[in-house]
């Protein structure tokens, strides 16, 4: 039988009780199958002896003597000390909340210990470590397994074991032959022992290559296979799958919306409305990546694609990182979507809930077209009428497995029981893992050119000391009527006591009374409310506000075409990709705009002076910093401040969890990855069936993946 077939629940295992069950079920172990791939994060080896002495140079794994007890403190916090040696030094056990090992550590007894030793006050010791009767002959390492409330070692190991034993030897190998013998894996049943108890390192590294391999070949079958569907030219399917086929050209109202627009779309433009139009007539449900860099105009991209599905019928719903970028998103649809007798509405978690359940009623009734928001346009009680297209802005860590509950929201619109069409759109080049799997069954649109007019920002790095200077040149730009943006990299002072560096609130205070009295300022950052938030971009869209201190909340998306100077205070705390995002909020407009980024004298060493000194003698942020006057192009800024921030540390993806495989790390393995994928779409292309009726094993894979809720959604 293969693994994913053993669902029984768990006590089918000798041994294991009903608390036992309830115990696994509370940490997500529900059958046998998922018990068997709860693998552990680590492996102790504690057959080898470390002694005492050489207690650095790992965990320390020997047979001591007890020499005496010792206690210290008092009443409840009184605790044991157990002094011990070895054949090569002496040591002391800390028993904090163990005053039990009195009695199973008694003095002239030999015990075998494994912990972390460390010195303190002179002694060597430890306070996290285990005894074993040292007679134990242990033949395998020890697994070390992530534990939750109740879910102990012996319990996990007992059972995982009993599984093994029970089951382990009847398991079939489900990769085929050619491609075991290709990838040099184990056996299922050999793999998925040795990786719970493995005899050797040898045989663990060949355990674990197996399954990592495994899960991501499953993985590549499941992106593989949407993607070959998608663009399968299955006519028979056409009109009757439920996507209605249609003209490619563009919809009624979508000329309507270029017909009044005060410009004609780029060719960039152009083309990836027409891709998306093409796909949306198509059999298939559109999922594309739009990708170009800021200011570049996805919004009016995104907009055009909303009102096609309106014409068809259906509902768009297009979701922002922010309230402020939602808010923004909400505005434009309705100076640009209202005239059309399009009916928009903005939804975010703060919406007070009269207007709420109001807007719901609304939704679910059909009477909004379009629903702009932040996340909070996928809550449960959210219910369409008729969800045909979501729209997604800025989220590179909206992965295969969040997009599920799209699909899922489709399914349960009222009207509609299809998967919606998806548009995701970014400014940030997608990194290859990520590329290859999170988007790796989408489509790829690129507008590659921007808005005629744009004149490049010309972009000055200065040192603190000069801030004056830059100042002064931004009063010449508000004197000829332009905004500002002053950007710090703290909201308030009182973040990091004694620090020097400038901050949001207290510098909103200085430009508004010493360096510029004569023009409104404002502050807005992520503490403040968002009435307050809105209020103030609305403000310095109008103009009434011309300078706008603020945090890094202005970096995504932010809008406003006035705007010509940017000033980062203290650029090297920044990314190289947030700097980019920061300087695209100006030069938005037909002006000359100016980014400047000054730098904290002493944080940065002299050099910064391309002419004066060699590579080797900037300093590192200098180098950094010297990408943003080099560079204009997203992609190439991105892809430095990869290489800057070296491997493992892509878009946030280590920290997202957006993709909890049980073993395999599509950054860390991205070598299997590339061929797991590789061979999955070679299966797949031969057989486009391969394992579509055994949709479990990836709906395993699925399984482990954090809840919609988890990951912010
Ligand atoms: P981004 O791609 O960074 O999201 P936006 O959609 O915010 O860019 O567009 C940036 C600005 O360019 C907006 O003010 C928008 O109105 C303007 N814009 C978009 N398309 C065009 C065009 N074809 N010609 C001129 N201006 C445009
Ligand atoms: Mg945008």
Not at 144 to 157: A, C, D, G, I, Q
Not at 650 to 664: M, T, V
Request: aromatic fraction near 8%; charge should be neutral.
């Amino acid at each position: 039988m293969f693994l994913r077939e053993i669902t029984f629940p768990v006590n089918r295992l000798k041994g294991a009780g009903p608390s036992a069950q309830r115990i696994l079920g509370d940490a997500g172990i529900n059958s046998v199958a998922s018990l068997l791939t709860r693998y552990p994060r680590d492996w102790e080896d504690r057959r080898c002896t470390i002694l005492l002495k050489d207690w650095n140079k790992g965990p320390v794994c020997t047979v001591v003597k007890v020499l005496s007890h010792e206690w210290f403190g008092f009443g409840r916090m009184k605790t044991l000390k157990v002094h011990v040696e070895d054949e090569s030094a002496r040591a002391m056990l800390v028993c904090f909340n163990r005053p039990f090992l009195q009695k199973q550590l008694p003095v002239g007894e030999q015990i075998r210990i494994w912990g972390k030793f460390y010195y303190k006050y002179g002694e060597l010791q430890a306070t996290a470590f285990e005894i074993e009767n040292p007679g134990i002959q242990k033949d395998f390492m020890n697994p070390v397994y992530p534990l939750s409330k109740e879910l102990t070692h012996n319990l996990l190991r007992r059972l995982i074991q009993q599984a093994l034993d029970q089951f382990g030897s009847n398991l079939e190998d489900e990769i085929p032959q050619s491609i075991m013998v290709r990838e040099k894996l184990l056996p299922k049943k050999e793999a998925l022992r040795a990786v719970h108890f493995p005899e050797s390192m040898e045989i663990l590294e060949q355990a674990r290559n197996t399954l990592i391999f495994e899960e991501l070949f499953y993985l590549e079958i499941m992106v593989g296979r949407r993607a070959l569907e998608r663009k399968k030219e299955d006519s028979l399917n056409k009109g009757t799958e439920g996507y209605p086929s249609s003209s490619p050209g563009f919809s009624p109202l979508q000329i309507n919306l270029i017909e009044r627009l005060p410009f004609s779309l780029t060719p960039g433009q152009e083309k990836a409305i027409g891709e998306i139009n093409a796909d949306m007539s198509g059999p298939w449900p559109l999922a594309r990546l739009l990708q170009g860099d800021v200011g570049s105009g996805k919004t009016l991209v995104a907009f055009l694609a909303a009102l096609r599905a309106v014409d068809e019928g259906g509902q768009a719903a297009i979701m922002a990182p922010t309230e402020l970028l939602a808010r923004q998103h909400a505005n434009n649809a309705a100076r640009l979507l209202e005239p059309l007798g399009i009916r928009p509405a903005y939804l975010t978690g703060n919406l007070k809930s009269t207007g709420r359940s109001r807007l719901l009623e609304n939704l679910a009734a059909g009477e909004v077209d379009i629903v702009l928001g932040t996340h909070a346009l996928f809550s449960k009680d959210v219910i369409y009428r008729n969800l045909s297209l979501v729209i997604i802005d800025e989220q590179h860590r909206f992965g295969v497995t969040q997009r599920q509950a799209i699909v899922a929201k489709g399914q349960s619109s009222l009207q509609q029981k299809n998967i919606p069409d998806l548009l995701m759109m970014s400014a940030t080049p997608i990194p290859r893992t990520l590329a290859l799997t999170v988007f790796g069954d989408l489509d790829i649109s690129v507008i590659s050119d921007m808005p005629p007019g744009r004149k490049p920002v010309k972009t000055h790095l200065a040192k603190e000391s000069n801030a004056e200077k830059v100042y002064d040149f931004v009063q010449k730009e508000l004197e000829a009527g332009r905004q500002a943006y002053f950007v710090f990299p703290l909201i308030g002072e009182n973040e990091t006591s004694g620090s020097i560096l400038k901050d949001a609130v207290s510098m909103a205070e200085k430009l508004a009374k010493e360096i510029y009295p004569q023009y409104s300022t404002a502050l807005i950052h992520s503490k403040l409310d968002d009435e307050e938030k809105r209020k103030t971009m609305e403000a310095f869209r109008a103009g009434e506000i011309r300078i706008l201190a603020a945090t890094s909340v202005v970096e995504v998306g932010v809008d406003v075409p006035n705007a010509s100077c940017m000033v980062i205070h203290h650029a090297e705390r920044f990314g190289l990709s947030a700097l980019h995002q920061l300087r695209g909020r100006v030069g938005r407009g037909r002006d000359q705009a100016y980014c400047f980024l000054i730098y904290s004298d002493q944080d940065i060493l002299p050099g910064i002076n391309p002419l004066n000194l060699s590579e080797e003698e900037r300093s590192r942020e200098g180098r950094r910093l010297m990408v943003m006057l080099e560079n204009r192009d997203g992609f190439i800024i991105a892809e430095k401040d990869l290489l800057f921030r070296g491997p493992g540390q892509i878009a946030g993806i280590e920290q997202s969890g957006y993709l909890k495989l049980g073993i395999a790390d599509p950054v860390r393995d991205t070598d299997a990855l590339i061929r797991a994928r590789t061979e999955a779409f070679g299966i797949l292309e031969k057989d486009p069936c391969f394992l579509l009726s055994e949709h479990r094993c990836i709906a395993e894979v699925l399984e482990r993946s954090p809840p919609f809720a988890e990951v912010g959604l």
